[in-house]
């Protein structure tokens, strides 16, 4: 039984005092956390580009010899170390997804190009008659031009400017996916290198308590139950530690999958997980979302490029001319003659009314898409905005009123048992509550940089999972032409 008269007890002063100096570890510890959570900005409007991660110590003095085991700070600017924007840019030198959006940019300016150009001419050799009479008969070449009628090339150039704003769009949108992975990452991995320190910090002030219990335990001033307890945390704080560092391990390689350099070896990274804390409306997210999303942008300007596709699918029965024209000469009544020959389709069965109807099922289709997107942001931002405010209010309700709580009652019962007001265990109890809610209030807080870092950027994310919108081929625009021998010419 633990009793006054046993902390009396001058034989068990020593034990006492070395088992007060982990108490004023823990509690040093948590002072320095009230500095820095008093010394934190308040929620401030998040600027449209995010600013670079910047680390500052919030670390508080504390005396030497009380303090065996603090609770690790975020690392001063100085200090070596990765930060967000040298992340973002190795990601987006790196990450295919962004080439590839790259190419397929490029590949649409080549389509213009391809689509608008004008149909070779085309030369041929024309031989009659050979053989009849035993002459060579006629012989000759000719030339033949196609003229493409119903501005034909203009409208499919029309239709491909439109595929080139999609993709330069697409482009835009999976650059800030991957800016937005990175910085989800980042901070995932930021939060998870904080955890690592702290349960690892929490299994030192575990292993110390244990020592502690088993020397008060010799002195006969606390039971065998005392020092069970006391085991059972030191165990349950190093099983912590092994998960955080696993943690850690899975956090850093997603991030480095992002940057696309996925052998790159683990570092510190340096940022400052109190600073620039974000705060959003609905009116103004949703406001700003329905009219900067470049998804929704691309899904507006397909609404464009089917209209013009279904005005080049109107004109593809405009026949074109087929100009055939060239020299022969007769080897039989040695004349010169010239044969011209001018082909017009007649549109009488095809008239591409096939294509028209596909057209015109296609725009209303686009139209649709843009209804259905905007549907579809609407709701992904209701469920992004709810996890938002639960974890805005969490953590701010954990830094405001639990966590100093939390120490509070830390710093009574410490100072309880050194007076011998408390027991071995009520003190345990109150060093776990403690750490358990630091480690809440981080997860918490991870919680509200994942979802405010997709709100502020238009809820782009999954770089690696996501492709660009694919745009439908045109409808009514008909092969190359090749050439082809006119039988008539000649006879």
Not at 101 to 115: K, R, Y
Not at 393 to 407: G, L, N
Not at 428 to 437: H, K, P
Request: aromatic residues 6%; hydrophobic residues 40%; glycine residues 6%.
């Amino acid at each position: 039984m633990f009793t006054l008269s046993h902390l009396v007890n001058t034989r068990s002063r020593a034990a006492r005092l070395a088992f007060a100096a982990v108490v004023a570890a823990t509690m040093a510890a948590s002072s320095a956390d009230s500095a820095a959570a008093e010394g934190a900005p308040q929620y401030s409007r998040w600027p449209r580009e995010m600013p670079a991660v910047r680390a500052v110590n919030h670390q508080q003095p504390v005396p030497a010899e009380t303090l065996p085991a603090p609770l690790p700070e975020p690392s001063p600017p100085d200090q070596a170390g990765m930060t967000c924007d040298q992340l973002i840019g190795i990601a987006l030198s790196n990450n295919p997804t962004v080439r590839q959006a790259g190419a397929a940019l490029e590949a649409a300016q080549g389509n213009w190009v391809q689509v608008g150009l004008y149909p070779n001419p085309g030369i041929a050799y024309l031989g009659n008659e050979i053989g009849q009479s035993g002459r060579a008969g006629q012989q000759g070449a000719y030339f033949q031009q196609e003229f493409v009628r119903g501005g034909k090339l203009g409208l499919n150039r029309e239709v491909a400017e439109r595929e080139i704003v999609i993709a330069r769009q697409n482009f835009a949108a999976q650059r800030q996916r991957v800016v937005n992975d990175v910085r989800i990452h980042f901070y995932n991995t930021l939060i998870a290198q904080r955890m690592l320190e702290i349960t690892g910090d929490m299994e030192a002030i575990g292993k110390r308590a244990l020592g502690v219990a088993d020397q008060l335990f010799n002195a006969q001033q606390v039971g065998k139950v005392d020092v069970l307890q006391a085991r059972i945390e030191a165990s349950n704080a190093n099983i912590r530690v092994t998960s955080a560092r696993n943690r850690l391990s899975a956090s850093w390689r997603q991030l480095a999958a992002v940057a696309a350099v996925p052998g790159m070896q683990p570092q510190k990274l340096v940022g400052n997980l109190e600073e620039d804390m974000p705060e959003f409306t609905w009116e103004e997210s949703i406001a700003r979302i329905l009219q900067e999303s470049p998804e929704l942008a691309a899904s507006r300007t397909n609404v464009g490029r089917a209209t013009d596709a279904l005005r080049r699918a109107r004109v593809e029965p405009v026949p074109n001319l087929t100009v055939q024209a060239g020299p022969q000469y007769d080897l039989g009544s040695n004349h010169a003659i010239t044969n011209v020959s001018v082909l017009v389709p007649v549109p009488l069965f095809d008239y591409n009314q096939g294509n028209i109807r596909k057209a015109e099922a296609e725009l209303r289709g686009a139209r649709s898409a843009v209804a259905r997107h905007e549907l579809l942001l609407t709701s992904q931002l209701a469920t992004e905005f709810e996890r938002y405010n639960n974890a805005l209010t969490q953590y701010a309700q954990y830094r405001d009123e639990i966590m100093p709580d939390a120490r509070q009652a830390l710093e009574l019962v410490g100072n309880a048992y050194k007076q011998g007001e408390s027991s071995f265990l009520v003190l345990l109890n109150a060093q776990r509550t403690y750490f358990f809610t630091v480690l809440a209030g981080l997860e918490a807080q991870r919680d509200l940089w994942e979802s405010a870092i997709s709100i502020d950027g238009l809820l782009l994310k999954d770089s690696l999972q996501t492709g660009p919108m694919q745009i439908p081929d045109t409808p009514g625009v008909a092969p190359p032409s090749q050439l082809q021998l006119n039988p008539l010419l000649g006879h």
